[in-house]
T-cell receptor
Framework: NAGVTQTPKFRVLKTGQSMTLLCAQD?????MYWYRQDPGMGLRLIHY???????AKGEVPDGYNVSRLKKQNFLLGLESAAPSQTSVYFC??????????????FGAGSRLTVL | KNEVEQSPQNLTAQEGEFITINCSYS?????LHWLQQHPGGGIVSLFM???GKKKHGRLIATINIQEKHSSLHITASHPRDSAVYIC????????FGTGTRLTIIP
């Protein structure tokens, strides 16, 4: 049982390049989330999904797009990377959403550097 | 003012000491989570609680809903407990604290 798997774990981009982070979960969770973690700040929600085919904006969605074509996968895209998007990105999933009494399962994180 | 405040930001202690990490929040919540982030970066859920107290091994988490405060205690601390401990509160969304970096010296 792998839980939540993120790929890639590390990536270096030049400003203006595009890339996609993949999150895959094998727990049949309905809810999936993308967070970013920056020094001195708590995890901040970028986008989330409440089920296959749905996506919604979080706190810091600008510059990112997401897709949830399959229940087990949640993709985070950067169309034109900027240095401000240098961060560690975490994917998480849960059976229920924010008001549900449920535990989040996190991926190992993806460290992105934009030069 | 942040919705979730943790203290201390950094804590260094000797092996065997009793550790307390605090979390205060300013909104009404349905639940509070304690998470552990290992030096390698992975995040693991330790506790989710909405009232009272929970215990798992050497870890104890308490919450006082009226005072909007939670504590995480570690008894008989060990170097392997060195990590960042993060408090997160559930209301209409999940809001995370900035974490407490704990270092246990052998």
């Amino acid at each position: 049982n792998a839980g939540v798997t993120q790929t890639p774990k590390f990536r270096v981009l030049k400003t203006g390049q595009s890339m996609t982070l993949l999150c895959a979960q094998d727990m049949n969770h309905e809810y999936m989330y993308w967070y970013r973690q920056d020094p001195g700040m708590g995890l901040r929600l970028i986008h989330y999904s409440v089920g296959e085919g749905t996506t919604a904006k979080g706190e810091v969605p600008d510059g990112y797009n997401v897709s949830r074509l399959k229940k087990q996968n949640f993709l985070l895209g950067l169309e034109s990377a900027a240095p401000s998007q240098t961060s560690v990105y975490f994917c998480a999933s849960s059976l229920q959403g924010a008001v549900g009494a449920n535990v989040l399962t996190f991926g190992a994180g993806s460290r992105l550097t934009v030069l | 003012k942040n919705e979730v405040e943790q203290s201390p930001q950094n804590l260094t202690a000797q092996e065997g000491e009793f550790i307390t990490i605090n979390c205060s929040y300013s909104v009404g919540i349905s639940a509070l989570h304690w998470l552990q982030q290992h030096p390698g970066g992975g995040i693991v859920s330790l506790f989710m609680l909405s009232s009272g107290k929970k215990k798992h091994g050497r870890l104890i988490a308490t919450i006082n809903i009226q005072e909007k405060h939670s504590s995480l205690h570690i008894t008989a601390s060990h170097p392997r407990d060195s990590a960042v401990y993060i408090c997160a509160v559930r209301h209409e969304k999940l809001t995370f604290g900035t974490g407490t970096r704990l270092t246990i010296i052998p």
